[in-house]
């Protein structure tokens, strides 16, 4: 980070951007803001080259031919690759969380290669998983997180974790991964089955990745109407499943 | 005109479904007696279509009031059956066809993901098809997918024509399939479903007009008909020189004068006198209770229909200025999709300046992308009811705007028509 101004970098938003995953940037910079730090936001087109010097990076989800496409210009780009290497964040959600691993299915559902940044796996679930999804932070998560996740699955991955990636959370109602456990990380990098958008319906996350790009913890700051729609997310899932 | 003695039969236990529904307090019964009709008799569409389908009309958004427009002119030629509910999956489009008579010309509404179906059953003589955008995805096909079906569709109905949108790439790729097209310029706000080209996944370059693929050199067509839309009035131009000003249309804003402009297109082929229709078209002033002026509660509305993120983008400019206030009510049942994260495709950022109040079951989803979007906004459960905390502007407004998704919609509809009764 440098000049005090956080470079978030959002990736193929015209690809990867069904499911308002705009709205993750939107949260950031917002929660940003409530920290008195400045952000400045870069849109990534296919095509164009994947700054090297972003401090955070944000991939949306997307359909499959979009996912496919996706994979494809990044490993060729090698720009994101880099900048996790050198110690930029990542946020990845459904279909991008997806692209960052090893492998994921296309849409004829034979493996095709991912951008090998996170060690997980994906494969098909039996049964797409669409619903609501609520999620304990896992012990192995950062200590920063202690409030649950929620948000909304639309997928039809099973995700498997290598002995690199652990897991971000456990599911308590939903599918997630497919074997009760719930997105990964890796370092400063986060992929999940979360949107809603993730970063608006959960702002510990949010704070998280930011405070990863300033090196320090950010002080816990609430809003009224977020915490309104989680209380009422987390109340509906907990009476009525998903 | 001899109907086949199952449809017949089939016809009079969908009419007592229907009936049956009805009394129940469920509605229409439309859906009903359509089921009921072709489980009876599985060919009743193609029979009671019979050669008499002079257009069908599909869209993600607009289908429901282009097709009123276009059966409005279309009466022009003597009686239209047409479905005045949107009722527009095979089980509505049966209904509909089953209650009309029998040899009125026919001008329907279909889904987006039926179309390939009643094509095959109906025969049209004509398919209008707007635009395709993301809608409810968790329970809708991909736009993609959607637009692979209509060109396998095209490419087994050679005989039909298509007046399809050029400004959408997407039913440009669907529509191209076809022996006889005519384009149309009807413009498009909203591009994110089609950012890349379909067929070879190219971004796509733009300009305010023209889009094309550098991937595979696929382009917009060059057009029959274009919509001009200056400072708030529209006309239909045709590559002849022909003029036809719809500044009298009565449904609001460029997106009406764009499905307006389709329809001109449409009753062009059909050889209807394109002046009469137009005029018949501007008699149209709401559709299905879209932009209707209603009583509910303490509260006048204006209903606005806002189901997914094109259709939003088109309906604020339809909006008084700032700072008027409006009301946006915002469900997720069925209907209206279970996932409201499409609210963070909406470009809310335009409703700054003015106060909006979230309503519906999920307000307070509707309130954090409201916050995100520096929008000042209140939530408030009911806001029609007397002592309800209204912002003083809105109370000092004689017609609020109120937009609201599927089954908020419907809602208020029912409200008010059950209010409206003494
Ligand atoms: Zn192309």
């Given at each position: 980070m440098s000049d005090s101004v956080i470079r978030i970098v959002s990736i193929y938003p015209s690809l990867l951007g069904t499911y308002g995953d705009g709205g993750n940037v939107l949260a950031l910079s917002h929660r940003a803001r409530m920290h008195g730090l400045t952000t400045e936001v870069a849109e990534i087109s296919p095509g164009q080259?994947?700054?090297?010097?972003?401090?955070?990076?944000?991939?949306?989800?997307?359909?499959?031919?979009?996912?496919?496409?996706?994979?494809?210009?990044?490993?060729?780009?090698?720009?994101?690759?880099?900048?996790?290497?050198?110690?930029?964040?990542?946020?990845?959600?459904?279909?991008?969380?997806?692209?960052?691993?090893?492998?994921?299915?296309?849409?004829?559902?034979?493996?095709?290669?991912?951008?090998?940044?996170l060690d997980i796996r994906t494969d098909r679930l039996p049964k797409r998983a669409v619903g609501e999804l609520l999620a304990t932070p896992s012990p192995n998560a950062p200590a920063k997180l202690t409030e649950p996740l929620t948000g909304y699955e639309n997928h039809a991955g099973a995700t498997h974790l290598g002995p690199d990636a652990l897991p971000?959370?456990?599911?308590?109602?939903?599918?997630?991964?497919?074997?009760?456990?719930?997105?990964?990380?890796?370092?400063?990098?986060?992929?999940?089955?979360?949107?809603?958008?993730?970063l608006a319906r959960n702002p510990q996350l949010a704070d998280l990745l930011l405070g990863w790009v300033l090196d320090r913890d950010l002080e816990p700051l609430v809003e009224r109407e977020v915490e309104e729609l989680r209380a009422e997310r987390l109340d509906y899932v907990r009476r009525s499943g998903r | 005109?001899?109907?086949?003695?199952?449809?017949?039969?089939?016809?009079?236990?969908?009419?007592?479904?229907?009936?049956?529904?009805?009394?129940?307090?469920?509605?229409?019964?439309?859906?009903?007696?359509?089921?009921?009709m072709l489980k009876l008799a599985p060919d009743a569409i193609a029979d009671l279509a019979n050669g008499r389908v002079a257009a069908l009309v599909s869209a993600?958004?607009?289908?429901?009031?282009?097709?009123?427009?276009?059966?409005?002119?279309?009466?022009?030629?003597?009686?239209?059956?047409?479905?005045?509910?949107g009722a527009n999956m095979t089980s509505g489009v049966v209904t509909t066809l089953a209650a009309g008579p029998p040899d009125a010309m026919a001008i329907l509404e279909v889904d987006e993901a039926y179309l390939p179906m009643?094509?095959?059953?109906?025969?049209?003589?004509?398919?209008?098809?707007?635009?395709?955008?993301?809608?409810?995805?968790?329970?809708?096909?991909?736009?993609?997918?959607?637009?692979?079906?209509?060109?396998?569709?095209?490419?087994?109905?050679?005989d039909v024509t298509v007046v399809a949108n050029a400004d959408d790439p997407i039913v440009t790729f669907a529509a191209e399939q076809a022996q006889h097209v005519v384009w149309v310029g009807g413009g498009q706000v909203w591009t994110a479903d089609s950012a890349v080209c379909p067929e070879c996944g190219t971004l796509l370059t733009r300009d305010d007009v023209q889009w094309h693929c550098t991937g595979c050199g696929r382009k917009r067509p060059e057009t029959t008909w274009e919509l001009r839309w200056d400072k708030g009035a529209g006309t239909a131009v045709s590559k002849s020189g022909l003029?036809?000003?719809?500044?009298?249309?009565?449904?609001?804003?460029?997106?009406?004068?764009?499905?307006?402009?389709?329809?001109?297109?449409?009753?062009?082929?059909?050889?209807?006198?394109?002046?009469?229709?137009?005029?018949?078209?501007?008699?149209?002033?709401?559709?299905?209770?879209?932009?209707?002026?209603?009583?509910?509660?303490?509260?006048?509305?204006?209903?606005?229909?806002?189901?997914?993120?094109?259709?939003?983008?088109?309906?604020?400019?339809?909006?008084?200025?700032?700072?008027?206030?409006?009301?946006?009510?915002?469900?997720?049942?069925?209907?209206?999709?279970?996932?409201?994260?499409?609210?963070?495709?909406?470009?809310?950022?335009?409703?700054?300046?003015?106060?909006?109040?979230?309503?519906g079951d999920r307000r307070r989803d509707l309130a954090v992308r409201l916050l995100h979007a520096d929008v000042?906004?209140?939530?408030?459960?009911d806001p029609y009811a007397p002592d309800a905390p209204l912002p003083e502007q809105a109370r000092a407004l004689d017609v609020i705007d109120n937009a609201a998704t599927y089954t908020a919609f419907h809602e208020l509809r029912t409200r008010a028509q059950r209010e409206a009764q003494p």
């Amino acid at each position: 980070m440098s000049d005090s101004v956080i470079r978030i970098v959002s990736i193929y938003p015209s690809l990867l951007g069904t499911y308002g995953d705009g709205g993750n940037v939107l949260a950031l910079s917002h929660r940003a803001r409530m920290h008195g730090l400045t952000t400045e936001v870069a849109e990534i087109s296919p095509g164009q080259a994947v700054p090297r010097h972003g401090d955070l990076y944000v991939l949306g989800g997307g359909e499959d031919t979009a996912q496919v496409a996706a994979a494809d210009a990044l490993r060729a780009d090698r720009g994101l690759a880099q900048a996790i290497s050198n110690g930029a964040s990542l946020l990845a959600i459904c279909a991008g969380y997806q692209l960052i691993g090893e492998e994921f299915p296309d849409a004829t559902g034979t493996p095709s290669p991912g951008v090998g940044i996170l060690d997980i796996r994906t494969d098909r679930l039996p049964k797409r998983a669409v619903g609501e999804l609520l999620a304990t932070p896992s012990p192995n998560a950062p200590a920063k997180l202690t409030e649950p996740l929620t948000g909304y699955e639309n997928h039809a991955g099973a995700t498997h974790l290598g002995p690199d990636a652990l897991p971000l959370a456990q599911v308590e109602s939903g599918v997630g991964n497919g074997d009760v456990s719930e997105g990964a990380i890796s370092g400063r990098v986060v992929g999940t089955y979360l949107h809603g958008p993730c970063l608006a319906r959960n702002p510990q996350l949010a704070d998280l990745l930011l405070g990863w790009v300033l090196d320090r913890d950010l002080e816990p700051l609430v809003e009224r109407e977020v915490e309104e729609l989680r209380a009422e997310r987390l109340d509906y899932v907990r009476r009525s499943g998903r | 005109m001899s109907r086949k003695l199952r449809t017949r039969v089939a016809i009079r236990a969908g009419k007592l479904a229907s009936a049956t529904s009805r009394i129940a307090g469920k509605g229409e019964g439309m859906v009903v007696g359509g089921r009921v009709m072709l489980k009876l008799a599985p060919d009743a569409i193609a029979d009671l279509a019979n050669g008499r389908v002079a257009a069908l009309v599909s869209a993600t958004n607009g289908k429901t009031s282009t097709t009123r427009l276009l059966a409005n002119a279309a009466e022009q030629r003597g009686p239209v059956v047409t479905a005045a509910t949107g009722a527009n999956m095979t089980s509505g489009v049966v209904t509909t066809l089953a209650a009309g008579p029998p040899d009125a010309m026919a001008i329907l509404e279909v889904d987006e993901a039926y179309l390939p179906m009643v094509t095959a059953a109906t025969k049209p003589q004509v398919i209008l098809l707007g635009n395709l955008s993301r809608d409810q995805l968790d329970r809708m096909n991909e736009v993609a997918m959607t637009a692979r079906k209509w060109r396998t569709m095209l490419a087994a109905n050679p005989d039909v024509t298509v007046v399809a949108n050029a400004d959408d790439p997407i039913v440009t790729f669907a529509a191209e399939q076809a022996q006889h097209v005519v384009w149309v310029g009807g413009g498009q706000v909203w591009t994110a479903d089609s950012a890349v080209c379909p067929e070879c996944g190219t971004l796509l370059t733009r300009d305010d007009v023209q889009w094309h693929c550098t991937g595979c050199g696929r382009k917009r067509p060059e057009t029959t008909w274009e919509l001009r839309w200056d400072k708030g009035a529209g006309t239909a131009v045709s590559k002849s020189g022909l003029e036809l000003d719809l500044s009298a249309l009565q449904l609001p804003g460029r997106f009406n004068a764009s499905n307006a402009t389709l329809a001109v297109a449409v009753c062009e082929q059909l050889g209807f006198d394109l002046a009469e229709s137009v005029k018949r078209m501007c008699e149209v002033t709401a559709v299905s209770g879209r932009y209707a002026v209603v009583d509910v509660g303490a509260t006048r509305l204006r209903l606005l229909l806002a189901k997914n993120p094109a259709g939003w983008t088109e309906l604020i400019d339809v909006m008084p200025p700032a700072p008027a206030p409006v009301i946006v009510s915002i469900n997720s049942n069925a209907a209206d999709g279970r996932d409201p994260s499409w609210l963070w495709d909406v470009p809310f950022e335009r409703l700054r300046g003015r106060t909006v109040i979230a309503s519906g079951d999920r307000r307070r989803d509707l309130a954090v992308r409201l916050l995100h979007a520096d929008v000042d906004h209140v939530v408030i459960a009911d806001p029609y009811a007397p002592d309800a905390p209204l912002p003083e502007q809105a109370r000092a407004l004689d017609v609020i705007d109120n937009a609201a998704t599927y089954t908020a919609f419907h809602e208020l509809r029912t409200r008010a028509q059950r209010e409206a009764q003494p």
